[in-house]
């Protein structure tokens, strides 16, 4: 029953984001904003359909995370266009997100970063020189609300990164590699959108931010959904 719930929803869930993209590089924000919000209304269906006919007791944290993944989408969308209100939302998000991966690491956090130094040091890397070159160019927009959120918000996706890593290395052989991919993957979505917004033009920045973020989400709820067990 996964296996055909998985199909029933990815198939429709990556003809929404090709077609999300596609939106934004031919410049319909109308459309666009019709179609984004079902990206995440996509996945929150099927979350709560698979736990159900499945047995399995719905992590309604988890599913907040996606609700307030779904309000981001749709205050960054050109309908609102509106960057601080949706960053707020998708903090939330990744703050519910680091709950749950940590909680369910069942205690192993330490020994998890122990086992990969070199994970921790390239992820670390990547915190440090996004900031290095964010920072400099939100000062000059002389915003101290920027200035405040955005190492703010560079140190909460930072550790639902971590949290995701931590939650694959006890889930592993169970799905958990999609949802350290998908933490990795919203780490590249959001430094790509950032550097985009405040420090240069990324080519084709439409396809990276969207691309990587659509794919992001879809890994968190296939491996965070096929870790779960009837409780």
């Known amino acids: 029953m996964k296996a055909k719930l998985s199909i029933l929803f990815s198939i429709p ?47 309604w944290i988890f599913m907040l995370a996606l609700f307030f993944s779904l309000l981001g989408d749709v205050f960054l969308m050109p309908l609102f266009d509106h ?21 369910g690491s069942k205690g192993k956090i330490i020994s998890g970063f122990r086992q990969s130094p070199i994970f921790l ?32 918000y560079a140190t909460v996706l930072l550790l639902m990164v ?27 979505s959001d430094g790509v959108l950032a550097l985009n917004k ?3 033009v990324v080519t084709y920045s439409s396809i990276w931010v969207m691309g990587t973020y659509t794919l992001a989400q879809w890994m968190l709820v296939y491996g965070y959904m096929n870790t779960k067990t009837k409780t």
């Open 198 to 200: 405040f420090a240069f």
């Open 83 to 103: 960057f601080i209100f949706g960053l707020v939302f998708f903090l939330i998000s990744h703050l519910l997100y680091i709950s749950v991966f940590f909680k």
């Open 13 to 59: 869930y990556f003809i929404l984001a090709i077609t999300v993209i596609s939106l934004k590089l031919l410049n319909l924000p109308d459309l666009e904003n019709i179609f984004k919000p079902l990206l995440l209304l996509t996945l929150i269906l099927w979350f709560g359909i698979d736990q159900k006919v499945n047995g399995i007791k719905i992590n």
């Open 121 to 152: 040091i390239g992820v670390f890397s990547i915190y440090v020189g996004l900031l290095y070159v964010l920072m400099p160019a939100v000062y000059k927009l002389s915003s101290i609300v920027l200035l405040i959120a955005i190492p703010v």
């Open 162 to 188: 971590l949290s995701a890593f931590v939650y694959s290395k006890v889930h592993f052989y169970h799905f958990g590699r999609f949802v350290m991919l998908g933490g990795l993957l919203f780490l590249v």
